[in-house]
């Protein structure tokens, strides 16, 4: 749950700050530190808008095919209905199912259909431009057709640059908004929101003639309302960001909510325990499962150097020196200032497990915290779970001269380096 999606991509795009490194987004979670992001599943998302007085289609959601037949019953048996391979992941409509099957969105006419389309879909890995190694569906969302006469782009984001919330919106809805963006940068329109003050009627209206809903109509008035309510959803439920696209006017004038995307601040997790509770594990990389039971900021790379620092700044610096001596990062592990043994050790386990680490670099600034914890981590990981790979240590700070000593006096098997340069370089001959 580490990425934030499109509409901070655009942001910083038309903010001209950090554009290069927010197209990277395990870059912006690596630059987060311990902020995450609970991402779930569109499902969960409808219904949080539908009872925040945001319309959206009817749908239902299905585990098994003969879910997926009875939801289709369940909905009046109408002439066709959308069924969508939930996945957190984008371009599903483009992506293929491992077992051949094309496309995560389509079309269906009846329940043996959607009994169909569910079985070939249920149980297998969608392969996305997104997630490139397949990420599984263990669940479709049949979605009532909507007439659609208009679709827009709406979304409600933090922004760094602004200090608070940004409303984002155009006209161009119902495709990829960076490449509006890109093409037509004069069609992106925002409204930077008082976080003390909240969103105001103005911003709406403004917004909802940017649009292209002309002022005085029906469908601009719902679109006012729409805002206002999603604002209130954002604030209430600690979004990070809610992006909508398409943001759609129907031919019966309605504004309804047809797809979107909901991220929420983990700090917040223990006001929102029920949104939390619906996190699915399965949609992630298992290691940064298993990394956060124990508060460890873990984010999967694809290099095969395995990186231990304490700090988010220091573990930036480290991967683009072992990239800048012709490496690469297999993660981004940082243990913080204040981790115990126990944790150095799990550190050491998931770095261990994973068959694309050919060697480990630990970089250790001692501050807060201190080198002989970190040493007694390596020790212990070292004789508790067979450390059998390479490692490369480098540690500088408090306690330093007793870290090394404990290393040394440990007879594990590591290489010392005298500075990141020099560890940087010695990880990179290893592998």
């Known amino acids: ?42 499902h969960i998302s409808m219904e949080l808008f539908n009872q925040s007085g945001i319309t959206t289609p009817k749908g239902a959601v299905a585990f ?47 329940p043996s259909e959607a009994f169909s389309y569910a079985s070939q879909m249920l149980g297998q890995e969608l392969v996305t431009k997104q997630n490139p190694k397949g990420i599984l569906c263990n669940r479709v969302y049949l979605m009532e057709k909507m007439d659609i006469d208009k679709e827009m782009y709406l979304s409600l984001l933090m922004d760094r ?37 909240g969103i105001t009627t103005e911003a709406c209206h403004r917004m909802a003639e940017n649009l292209g809903l002309a002022k005085g109509t029906e469908a601009h008035d719902k679109a006012v309302r729409l805002m206002e309510n999603l604002y209130s959803m954002f604030v209430k ?11 759609a006017q129907t031919k019966q004038g309605d504004i309804v909510v047809c797809d979107a995307k909901v991220n929420f601040d983990d700090n917040a997790a223990f ?51 072992i990239q800048l001596k012709g490496g690469s990062p297999a993660n981004f592990l940082d243990v913080g200032g204040g981790a115990t ?15 694309n680490v050919k060697a480990i670099l630990v970089n250790i600034f001692g501050g807060i915290m201190k080198c002989d914890v970190i040493a007694s981590g ?8 067979g450390l059998d790979k390479p490692l490369v240590v480098r ?29 940087a370089e010695k990880a990179v001959a290893l592998v």
């Open 1 to 42: 749950m580490l990425f934030q999606t499109s509409a901070f991509n655009v942001v910083a795009r038309s903010n001209a700050l950090l554009s290069r490194t927010l197209q990277n987004p395990k870059r912006v979670a690596a630059m987060g530190g311990a902020v995450r992001y609970l991402n779930v599943h569109e």
């Open 341 to 355: 043994e126990e944790q150095v050790t799990k550190a050491f386990e998931i770095l261990n497990a994973d068959e």
């Open 64 to 110: 098994t095919p003969e879910d997926a037949e009875a939801a289709y019953k369940s909905m009046g048996n109408p002439d066709q209905l959308v069924i969508k391979a939930q996945v957190l992941s984008g371009g599903r409509g483009l992506g293929t199912f491992k077992n051949g099957f094309k496309g995560g969105v389509h079309m269906i006419s009846s």
């Open 395 to 423: 540690l500088e700070g408090t306690n330093v001269e007793k870290g090394k000593k404990l290393i040394a006096d440990s007879g594990i098997k590591v290489v010392v380096a005298d500075d990141l340069d020099d560890a």
């Open 271 to 321: 006001r929102n325990k029920e949104i939390h509770a619906k996190r699915d594990t399965t949609q992630e990389d298992p290691r940064e499962v298993n990394a956060s039971k124990y508060d460890l900021n873990y984010i999967g790379l694809d290099g095969n150097i395995g990186c231990m620092v304490n700090g988010a700044g220091l573990a930036m610096s480290t991967m683009d020196i």
């Open 161 to 197: 640059a602004s200090g608070g919330p940004v409303l984002v919106g155009s006209p161009c809805g119902g495709t990829s908004i960076e490449d509006v963006a890109h093409s037509n940068p004069e069609l992106i329109f925002k409204e930077k929101i008082d976080i003390m003050e």
């Open 378 to 385: 390596i020790i212990a990981a070292a004789k508790n779970i």
């Open 237 to 247: 439920n600690d979004c990070t960001q809610v992006e909508i696209n398409p943001l």
